[in-house]
């Protein structure tokens, strides 16, 4: 089974936009999939068409009432489950703090339940605290969705960093396998130019030990596509709301992508070098404005995030 956490702390940027379409596209075409809402605003529950407050205990109730994960998911299509989310997440990340192996509980859990499917998806809060955390924990996999305007890339560096020290510390198969564009705007130049920064940036990566060194910009990207906002309150992923629109060719393609991709982890080859993790100039010379977050990382000293970064 391939657990993918889709991960991005910046708001608003396409992340459930994605577990919901992609999973639905999966499920359709015959895999067994399971979607888990990490989120407090359960948009992920309420665009697969639940209401949360009809969630008793749900994604909350694994993560702090030790409920059982085959317990609490739901049947929401055909070959598609949910652990959906309800209000009570907001509180769990206060909650998690002074518990042992706060940031391992949803790998633990899901344990039990991993040969039941072929993929999970976790849609994951926009922030990097201790729900993302579980998710990072859980997974071998992070895709992470960016919607390429010019500030698309403030925070990236952080972001890899994350998932660099969960790699390092929790969690070694750990990998940044994909970015995936949405709301991709063909005809203005700037998502292009943010596309060619995040390919350079990522090129210096390759050859080294680092959690994102085979990590592409997938090969597909989702337009902007009005249907694909609509579909949400009626709760029904794309293909049930319009089946024909460029959001559904879109993520039908994302979800064909995944399925045929060869498993990301089972031919890796590590990298001798170590990572370059001098995330200098994420932003290029071509777009102005866009961020210039240099993170400095010592694995030999595993020194904390804070104490590593180094803002130019
Ligand atoms: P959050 O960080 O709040 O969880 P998110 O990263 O999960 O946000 P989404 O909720 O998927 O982002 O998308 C943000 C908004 O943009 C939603 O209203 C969604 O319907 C809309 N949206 C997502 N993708 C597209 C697209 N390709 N074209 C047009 N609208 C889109
Ligand atoms: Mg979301």
Sequence with gaps: MRTIAVLNQK?????TTTVVNTVAALAAMGSRVVAIDLDPQAHLTIHLGLEPQTIKSGSYGVLIQSAGFEEEILLVRPNLWLLPANINLVGAETELVSVVGRETILREAFRTAEDKFDFC?????PSLGLLTLNALAAAQEVLIPIQPHFLALQGFGKLLQTVELVNKRINPQLKVNGILLCMFEDRVSLPNEVKADIEQFLDKARGTNCAWAQARILPVYIRKNIKLAEAPGYGQTIFEYAPNCHGSEDYRKVAEFIHNQSQ???NATEGTKNCPIKIVDVATTNSQNV???AITVNHDTGCEPDNQLERH
């Design 121 to 125: 998806f976790i849609d994951c809060p």
């Design 291 to 293: 961020a210039t977050e």
């Design 11 to 15: 708001g608003g940027v396409g992340k």
């Design 264 to 266: 990301p982890n089972a």
